[in-house]
């Protein structure tokens, strides 16, 4: 169960990584808001505040690249590379599409640190489909 998941030490590392990141996240976030769009820094100190919160979320690869090599279960690996290509093809595959309808039709811009957001969503999808395809996301040993 998700329990046992939870002593392997790649997954401690995992979820110790993961929670790290978005600490740092939600503070350089907050820390962004406060700052410049409410205190007004401006200048280099701005420019790195600014990319802190995009570091951060893009760590998240990173700490699911290294689950990915840590773990291991040769199996429980294949499904956790699965997830990462469902995630992949329906992030990519929306942005293509939706690029396309910003270039020819008259509808909203989406700002682009929503792509990463649905590729994290899609790890979801990507675990329902081994769910439904190989019977299993991942939770029993």
Not at 57 to 63: D, E, G, K, L, Q
Request: charged residues 15%; aromatic residues 16%.
């Amino acid at each position: 169960m998700i329990g046992d998941l939870k002593k392997k030490p790649e997954v401690r590392r995992y979820l110790l990584r993961i929670v790290v990141a978005m600490v740092i996240y939600l503070g350089s976030l907050y820390g962004a808001e406060v700052l410049i769009e409410d205190g007004g820094l401006s200048g280099w100190p701005a420019y790195v505040l600014t990319a802190l919160p995009g570091v951060a979320f893009a760590s998240v690869f990173w700490i699911f690249a290294r689950l990915i090599i840590e773990e291991r279960d040769e199996f429980l690996r294949l499904l956790y590379v699965r997830q990462v290509m469902v995630a992949t093809g329906l992030t990519l595959t929306a942005a293509a599409i939706w690029g396309f309808f910003e270039t020819y039709l008259p509808v909203p811009h989406i700002a682009a640190f929503w792509w990463p957001t649905l590729w994290f969503f899609g790890i979801g999808v990507g675990a329902i489909y081994n769910k439904i395809t190989m019977g299993t996301a991942g939770e029993c040993r």
